[in-house]
């Protein structure tokens, strides 16, 4: 389970990432080539934000079925010192 879940955090910062690089190009693309270019980069940006925010689902989800089914529990400071 700890793999899989750094597995869905690598994929989240590298969807991120990507948006971010997709966004420089298109703010450069804008300024100095056409409407064309920077309309497929921009989308190519809305769809690695969109990937980002399904791995952001996706993990959420399995994290919560994870705790549900007993394969995962919670942790932390005890109620009672």
């Known amino acids: ?9 690598v994929a989240i910062i ?3 990432g990507t948006a971010l690089v997709f966004m420089m190009r298109a703010g450069k693309s804008a300024a100095e080539a056409s409407e064309q270019t920077s309309s497929a980069a921009s989308k190519r940006m809305a769809r690695a934000l969109a990937f980002r925010v399904g ?3 996706l993990l959420f989800v ?3 079925i994870s ?3 007993g394969w995962i529990q919670p942790t932390g400071l005890p109620a009672n010192p």
């Open 1 to 9: 389970m700890k793999y899989l879940v750094i597995a869905a955090f």
């Open 55 to 57: 791995f952001s689902v």
């Open 14 to 16: 590298g969807s991120l």
């Open 62 to 64: 399995v994290v919560l």
């Open 67 to 69: 705790y549900w089914m």
